[in-house]
Antibody
Framework: EVQLVESGGGLVQPGGSLRLSCAAS????????MNWVRQAPGKGLEWVSY????????YYADSVKGRFTISRDNAKNSLYLQMISLRAEDTAVYYC???????WGQGTTVTVSS | EIVLTQSPGTLSLSPGERATLSCRAS???????LTWYQQKPGQAPRLLIY??SRATGIPDRFSGSGSGTDFTLTISRLEPEDFAVYYC?????????FGPGTKVDIK
């Protein structure tokens, strides 16, 4: 079964850090570009970051550039999002998604609050 | 950055009716890079349409059309399970922006 499972969310204080993980199974992970997308409570979808299958191409939304780092470990079938200098406006459910969005995880919740 | 605008914000229809959702872009791009998603409360988005193609398992009552800056998602006859929020996204140039969504609710 093709599956993505996110983990690593939680409550963090403003200015803090968090590392999200996305474990992939059921497909050849290295063959697919991957994305992180977030959704603030009651709001729409916001694309966060993209990484190509070989990790040779990476993009970020302006809202997270310089604070978030996307990476992947194809040997471990895993995608990551390192988040630093977190702000209240980063509070959201974070989803990992495969390629053009054919497969999504269930999401992990990040809450930035003191 | 390509800004996507979706209209209407809310569409109130009855089961069996036709739904026409619009996605307009601030600059032209290939329709191959336009994607439509459906999202229900508490669930992850579900891919419906990418380019001119339906994703695997998507019923043929869903169809996508358009070019340049104007794109449309059509649901030919609404089923009870189709009442949800629909988002368009462009995947042609970074940032890969989403539209704000159209909520299709029961009239």
């Amino acid at each position: 079964e093709v599956q993505l499972v996110e983990s690593g969310g939680g409550l963090v204080q403003p200015g803090g850090s968090l590392r999200l993980s996305c474990a992939a199974s059921g497909f050849t992970f290295s063959s697919y570009d991957m994305n992180w997308v977030r959704q603030a409570p009651g709001k729409g979808l916001e694309w966060v970051s993209y990484i190509s299958g070989s990790a040779s191409t990476i993009y970020y939304a302006d809202s997270v550039k310089g604070r978030f780092t996307i990476s992947r470990d194809n040997a471990k079938n895993s995608l990551y999002l390192q988040m630093i200098s977190l702000r209240a406006e980063d509070t959201a459910v974070y989803y990992c998604a495969r390629g053009r969005g054919g497969v999504w995880g269930q999401g992990t919740t990040v809450t930035v609050s003191s | 950055e390509i800004v996507l605008t979706q209209s209407p914000g809310t569409l109130s229809l009855s089961p069996g009716e036709r739904a026409t959702l619009s996605c307009r872009a601030s600059q032209s791009f290939s329709s191959s890079y336009l994607t439509w998603y459906q999202q229900k409360p508490g669930q992850a988005p579900r891919l419906l349409i990418y380019g001119a193609s339906r994703a695997t398992g998507i019923p043929d009552r869903f169809s996508g059309s358009g070019s340049g800056t104007d794109f449309t998602l059509t649901i030919s006859r609404l089923e009870p399970e189709d009442f949800a929020v629909y988002y368009c996204q462009q995947y042609g140039s970074s940032p890969f922006t989403f539209g704000p969504g159209t909520k299709v609710d029961i009239k």
